[in-house]
């Protein structure tokens, strides 16, 4: 019988308390603000890049502002 493995939470790509019900936070902010979202994301990319000497989660604080400037490069490229 193959071991179990426990459940690791993603605090970065897939944060348990953004994942609240069928739709992910992400996807309705995006739905709610159409092409705005670009604008919410660079928000997101500036505030982690701030924070992340301050707040003791340095490098998790970089991989969320990477995941940000990934999903706006996406919406870069598909706007395209």
């Known amino acids: ?18 994942r609240v019900g069928e739709v992910e936070c992400i996807d309705y902010i995006q739905q709610q603000l159409g092409t ?13 890049m701030h ?11 970089l991989r969320k502002a990477r995941w940000y400037i990934d999903k706006l490069i996406y919406e870069l490229v598909q706007g395209e």
Do not use: C, M, S, T
């Open 36 to 48: 705005g979202v670009r604008d919410y994301l660079r928000g997101q990319i500036y505030k982690y």
């Open 1 to 18: 019988k193959p071991r179990e493995v426990p459940y690791a939470p993603d605090p970065v790509n897939k944060p348990q308390h953004y």
């Open 51 to 61: 924070r992340h000497q301050y707040k003791g989660a340095e490098v998790e604080d």
